[in-house]
């Protein structure tokens, strides 16, 4: 699959989570911003920086979605063995993500 393909994959497993993932100009802002999760008026969003490779978008989304309860829904399985992999090599590296401290959020919208 390209790597096209299973970001627009991981963006759909976002929305399905009712999780909106949009792309940004960070550059623009002036301010040293990162990707990541957040809320807008009580909404979960997931602000992407849309100059990223497209790599970098995988690693971000795939890392922030093994935080999220995604086991009933459906996806694609070389998606699903990604953020598998994912886990595997966050929690080799101290079982912390970039955004696990976002889980909590995240649970609460749930």
Avoid at 6 to 25: A, F, P
Avoid at 26 to 46: L, T
Avoid at 92 to 110: A, P
Wanted: include cysteine; aromatic fraction near 6%; charge should be positive.
């Amino acid at each position: 699959m390209k790597p096209e393909q299973i970001y627009e994959h991981l963006k759909d497993m976002s929305e399905k989570l009712g999780i909106n993932v949009s792309e940004e100009n960070f550059r623009k802002s002036g301010v040293r911003v990162k990707s990541g999760f957040c809320k807008i008026k009580g909404k979960p969003k997931f602000i992407m920086d849309k100059h990223l490779k497209i790599k970098e978008k995988i690693d971000i989304l795939a890392s922030f979605l093994t935080t999220c309860p995604h086991e009933d829904l459906y996806v694609v399985p070389a998606v699903r063995e990604l953020i598998q992999k994912t886990a595997i090599r966050i929690e080799r590296q101290g079982g912390v993500s970039v955004h696990s401290d976002r889980e909590d959020e995240f649970q609460e919208h749930k």
